[in-house]
């Protein structure tokens, strides 16, 4: 099983600041198969990134992914209020699993 | 547009079972597995299995073998999850989700979800 380590565990930024989280494989994933998604409270997920890097439908573009192998990155480029939330990437290179989350609350 | 409606909470025994089901609208339901996800309270997000509706074949973490049976009825656009032998700790919202890659092999990601089930267990 692929294990996600994700980090920090809770971020507290201010609305406007510049967030980034990270995603940590147990091995290398083949084809950045790796997405990220955004849960608010009593909401099911939300799909934000996948192929590492590739924006879903309708996600701002303030929203970014990059990185490869066992190392990836979702960049939130300026806080908006909405986005206070919790984040879990999930890689799909085999049996799917998931990070343990960042939750990202306002300062 | 695509919609994923899920059945009524439950409220189980230990070592009882339950069903689930995931009605699906907007698309072609042959076209895109169905996975299933669960979130126990204020826990993380667990991948219970998938389904390929186009052909009936299955894919359980392996946590979950041997106590899991997802099926589908392409008739109705339903998918469901049977879990059985259900213990305390499988207190959690369950949630259907379609696979993003159409006529896929195997699991991808998860474009579009239900609104989640919360499956009570409890003596």
């Known amino acids: 099983e692929i294990v996600l380590t994700q980090s920090p565990g809770t971020l507290s930024l201010s609305p406007g600041e510049r967030a980034t989280l990270s995603c940590r494989a147990s091995?290398?994933?083949?084809?950045?198969?790796l997405a990220w998604y955004q849960q608010k409270p009593g909401q099911p997920p939300r799909l934000l990134i996948y192929?590492?890097?590739s924006r879903a439908t309708g996600i701002p573009d303030r929203f970014s992914g990059s990185g490869s192998g066992t190392d990836f990155t979702l960049t939130i480029s300026r806080l908006e209020p909405e986005d206070f939330a919790v984040y879990y990437c999930q890689q799909y290179d085999n049996s799917p699993t998931f990070g343990q989350g960042t939750k990202m609350e306002i300062k | 547009q695509v919609q994923l409606v899920q059945s009524a909470a439950e409220v189980k025994k230990p070592g009882a079972s339950v069903n689930v089901s995931c009605k699906a609208s907007g698309y072609t339901f042959r076209r895109n597995a169905i996975n299933w996800v669960r979130q126990a309270p204020g826990q993380g997000l667990e991948w219970v299995g998938w389904?390929?509706?186009?052909?009936?074949?299955?894919n359980y973490a392996q946590k979950f073998q041997g106590r899991v049976t997802m099926s589908t009825d392409t008739t109705t656009s339903t998918a469901y999850m049977e879990l059985r032998t259900l213990r305390s700790d499988d207190t959690a919202v369950y949630y259907c989700a379609r696979d993003w890659h159409p006529l896929s092999a195997k699991p991808y990601f998860f474009e579009h979800w239900g609104q989640g089930t919360v499956i009570s267990v409890s003596s």
């Open positions: 389904i390929n509706p186009y052909n009936g074949k299955t």
């Open positions: 192929g590492a890097s």
């Open positions: 091995q290398s994933l083949s084809s950045s198969h």
